[in-house]
């Protein structure tokens, strides 16, 4: 039996991404569209892919800036270790990580503030450690191309490797899904204890 309906699992990712606001105006609008125009023109797998795509792109303008912020970060880390590397490389991870997780953390908090979801921190976290990584490993990698003699080699080696060079953002991912999370549970509680505030004033 088929509907006219796209798929449940893209209707939640889109619910919990949008904005309480535009939540029934938009998702109304892509069903609408869905049913009348693109059903109709693609077919099932068509317009579900039509969905899909219509729903990651709310995903990655709501979150990219925070996977941005965070391939820089790394980025930027890889290449201080690189051309300037310390002593003791432990400091330099620590702020990167601390950073990490504070980004996260406010992700998570803006996420929940905006959409009264604590998935939408989840979705947050995901999509912040496939921006940073896809970003990590185009910049890293058109570097390594441009330039992979002995002495850089050897350098990124002593920092940590190669791969380090493209999976640290997917590293970040399970504790920052906590930190993400953590973020969400503090807007959503002082989203409920301020609401008598707001609604008194």
């Known amino acids: ?8 699992w893209a209707e939640a990712i889109l619910r919990w991404t949008l904005p309480v606001r535009d939540r029934e105006t938009v998702t109304g609008d892509l069903v609408e569209e869905y049913r009348d125009s693109v059903l109709v023109a693609r077919g099932r797998r068509g317009a579900d892919r039509w969905y899909g795509r219509q729903v990651a792109g709310f995903v990655v303008r709501a979150y990219a800036p925070f996977g941005v912020a965070l391939a820089v970060a790394i980025v930027l880390r890889d290449f201080f270790d690189w051309f300037a590397p310390p ?33 939408s921190s989840l979705i947050a976290a995901v999509t912040i450690a496939v921006v940073a990584t896809l970003l990590e490993s185009i910049v890293n990698g058109a570097f390594l191309a441009v330039k992979h003699d002995a002495q850089t080699l050897e350098a990124i080696r002593r920092s940590g490797g190669i791969e380090e060079a493209f999976t640290i953002p997917l590293i970040t991912l399970v504790p920052g899904a906590v930190a993400s999370t953590i973020g969400a549970v503090a807007a959503i509680v002082l989203r409920t204890t301020t609401r008598p505030l707001f609604l008194s004033s």
Request: glycine share 2%.
């Open 1 to 8: 039996m088929t509907t006219d309906t796209p798929p449940a």
């Open 87 to 119: 002593n003791d490389f432990y400091p330099r991870s620590l702020m990167t990580t601390w950073f990490a997780l504070a980004l996260y953390t406010i992700a998570g908090f803006w996420a929940a503030w905006r959409t009264r979801s604590l998935a």
